[in-house]
């Protein structure tokens, strides 16, 4: 009987030990899964912060792009004005220059 006994519980014991051994696999399959959502989940998010980061860039640029360009087309405006203005002056100078001296030419005539 004692035998009989003794079989018995080193059944019973290695059958929980594989009972707890199978609760660990389970536990061990049911954290690695877990753990891999978390990477997935962190990935999604880092992959969808560096499009918004990607589309910011792009609509900056643009928005510098087009600041450029309109004052680059200011200045370039803006001299021309100023050259013709200059051209306007010069012009008027000349010709204030050119009456003046045929005011003086026909004074001089008429002396």
Same mark, same amino acid.
């Not at 959502?37 to 643009?62: D, F, Q, R, Y």
């Given at each position: 009987?004692? /035998? ?23 536990? /061990?399959? %049911? ?7 978390? /990477?997935?989940?962190?990935?999604? @998010? ?5 499009? %918004?980061?990607? !589309?910011?860039?792009? !609509? ?5 792009? !087009? ?11 803006? /001299? ?8 306007? @002056?010069? %012009?008027?100078?000349? @010709? ?16």
């Amino acid at each position: 009987m004692k /035998i009989t006994s003794l079989i018995v519980a080193l059944l019973a014991a290695g059958t929980l030990t594989a009972f707890g051994q199978e609760g660990t696999a389970q536990d /061990i399959k %049911h954290d690695a899964k877990k753990a891999g959502e978390k /990477i997935k989940e962190g990935v999604e @998010t880092v992959g969808e912060k560096t499009k %918004h980061a990607a !589309e910011t860039v792009g !609509e900056k640029t643009k928005d510098t792009a !087009e600041t450029v360009g309109r004052k680059t087309k200011e200045t370039v405006e803006s /001299i021309g004005e100023k050259t013709n203005q200059g051209s306007s @002056t010069a %012009h008027s100078k000349s @010709t204030k220059k050119v009456r003046k001296t045929k005011a003086e030419a026909g004074r001089a005539l008429k002396s």
